[in-house]
Every structure is written in C-alpha cells, then in structure tokens.
C-alpha cells in the first residue's frame, strides 16, 4: 500500500523561503514520477512541479518557474520541494502524488498535505 506523508509547511513572510517534504513508502521515488500538487481555499487544485523517475528531469508551473526546485533523495525515499522568494498567492496546502507520467494523469489519492501560508 502506497503512502504519503507530506511536512515542514508552515507561516513565512513575502520573500521568504521554504522547504517541504514527502516521504514515501510502498515504492522508491526512482520507480515513479512524483509531483507536487497545491490547492488553496476556494480555488482548484493545481500541479506545481513534478520530477520524472527515468532521468531526474523537472517540470515547473509557470507561476513558481525560477522560484521553487523540487529534489528527490532515493535513499530517504522523499521528494522535497525548496521554495524560494514565496508570494501570498502561494498559500496553499501542497499535496505530493504519482503521477503516470510528468503531465499525466494522476495515479495516487490525496492525503493531508501540509499547509504553507505566506503572509506579513
């Protein structure tokens, strides 16, 4: 049974950064492309970023483009997503999936993400 386990949300202020993690059991992060989904309140839930299993490459939504990394680290089997220069819009409960592919259909059921709030 695949699991996720999604932390290190938290409150930063505009500007600041972050960094969240999804460890994973089940599989090995180098078997499945693993992506980041946010949703905040009111609003649809979106892809952030996604990194694929068979060559590393990453995939970034235009709005966090230049300003978020994702990472994997196979032998912690976790997915980190470092988030830089944060924006109020950016608040958000981030979820971390499978994905059949990056930009594919989603293969995994939400868990309960971690919260990050950007605010003064």
């Not at 230049?66 to 944060?86: E, H, P, W």
Request: glycine share 12%; aromatic share 10%.
């Amino acid at each position: 049974q695949v699991q996720f386990v999604e932390s290190g949300g938290g409150r930063v202020q505009p500007g600041g950064s972050l960094r969240i993690s999804c460890n994973i059991s089940g599989f090995t992060t180098d078997y499945y492309d693993i992506a980041w989904w946010r949703q905040a309140p009111g609003e649809k839930r979106e892809g952030v970023a996604c990194i694929s299993s068979d060559d590393g490459s990453a995939y970034y939504a235009d709005s966090v483009k230049g300003r978020f990394t994702i990472s994997r680290d196979n032998a912690k089997n976790t997915v980190y997503l470092q988030m830089n220069s944060l924006k109020p819009e950016d608040t958000a409960v981030y979820y971390c999936a499978t994905e059949s592919e990056c930009g594919g259909h989603v293969l995994s059921s939400w868990g309960q993400g971690t919260q990050v709030t950007v605010s003064s």
